[in-house]
């Protein structure tokens, strides 16, 4: 079983910083892509940043140049540091893994839990 723990979601006030933190751990032939979605109370969920294993990173354009994803092959995680961050940023973080669990086979999606985070002053 594939298990992704994530950490660091907490209260902060607008302009400030946040660093996400998520591993994947299990029985694992290889991953994909690593991601973060947000939702916010009553919004539909959102992809914020997405990297490949070996490709650059992407970002939805509200996060540009304030968000920046950054993922260890080797160590099966990925950080999502948050700057300046603005109160329609406050939402719940999913950490999500594209997960191939044994050679040739179609990657399966995994989430986490989900971390919240709340910009408010």
């Known amino acids: 079983q594939v298990q992704l723990v994530e950490s660091g979601g907490d209260l902060v006030q607008p302009g400030g910083s946040l660093r996400l933190f998520c591993a994947a751990s299990?029985?694992?032939?290889?991953?994909?892509?690593m991601g973060w979605y947000r939702q916010a109370p009553g919004k539909q969920r959102e992809l914020v940043a997405v990297?490949?294993?070996?490709?650059?990173?992407n970002y939805v354009d509200s996060v540009n140049g304030r968000f920046t994803i950054s993922r260890d092959n080797a160590k099966n995680t990925v950080h999502l540091q948050m700057n300046s961050l603005r109160t329609e940023d406050t939402a719940v973080y999913y950490c999500?893994?594209?997960?191939?669990?044994?050679?040739?086979?179609?990657?399966?999606?995994?989430w986490g839990q989900g971390t919240p985070v709340t910009v408010s002053s």
């Open positions: 999500t893994a594209d997960v191939k669990l044994r050679p040739g086979t179609t990657p399966v999606r995994y």
């Open positions: 299990g029985i694992i032939f290889s991953i994909n892509t």
């Open positions: 990297v490949t294993s070996g490709g650059p990173p």
